[in-house]
């Protein structure tokens, strides 16, 4: 992958960061995402190679993820983990996988293709709840864990981060807008500039 990510988001103009009432939204610049798929028969072994970069004794059980080292990993479906690691040092990730995985997986820079946006607050659940068939209850969902699903027909990762009511949301590029377009409806959000006062900052810092 390239040091640098994409300069431009597909979001710029569009919306600023920020509370409307008690619903945040953020996009996450500069963050790296890597797919990781094990090869056949190398499942097990994968997961115990995942346990130790994450310094867990257990492999992540389906939809559970935890964070280590200046990067999350999540388990959103069998023999597959998505990596999410911050600018700078994603180059870094991109070789310490590759070293610590060998081959046992096959990895895939998901970065130019996708963006994050970070959702969180009282009604964050609530929001989610509106357009995915995910439960969300503790009983379902791990406080840290992630899971594929669509968003109102949008393909979307949904990463439950530590705590709860605070999701980062990746979906493709190309359907940045249409999640945005969604989100305001779905946040009884009256326009696209009362959604936030803190994408504008995310981006500025």
Not at 45 to 69: C, I, Q
Request: one cysteine or more; aromatic letters at 6%.
């Amino acid at each position: 992958m390239s040091d640098t990510l994409m300069p431009q988001s597909p979001l710029e103009g569009q919306i600023q960061s920020g509370w409307h009432l008690d619903l945040s939204v953020q996009e996450l610049l500069g963050i790296a995402q890597f797919q990781v798929i094990s090869r056949k028969g190398k499942s097990a072994v994968l997961g115990k190679k995942v346990a130790g970069l994450l310094a867990r004794k257990n492999a992540l059980t389906s939809l559970e993820g935890a964070e280590a080292g200046g990067f999350f990993i999540c388990g959103p479906g069998p023999g597959e983990y998505w990596v999410f690691a911050e600018q700078p040092g994603a180059r870094d990730v991109e070789t310490m996988l590759v070293k610590e995985l060998g081959e046992t997986a096959s990895l895939f820079d998901q970065s130019h293709g996708r963006i994050v946006l970070r959702i969180e607050g009282p009604r964050a659940t609530d929001v989610l709840a509106k357009g995915t068939p995910l439960d969300f209850h503790p009983t379902a969902f791990p406080a840290q864990g992630a899971a594929h699903t669509v968003i109102e027909h949008i393909p979307a990762l949904v990463a439950q981060r530590a705590g709860l009511g605070c999701y980062d949301i990746s979906v493709p590029r190309s359907y940045g807008l249409s999640f945005i377009t969604w989100l305001t409806e779905a946040g009884d959000v009256s326009d696209r500039e009362g959604l936030s006062r803190a994408i504008t900052g995310a981006a500025a810092s």
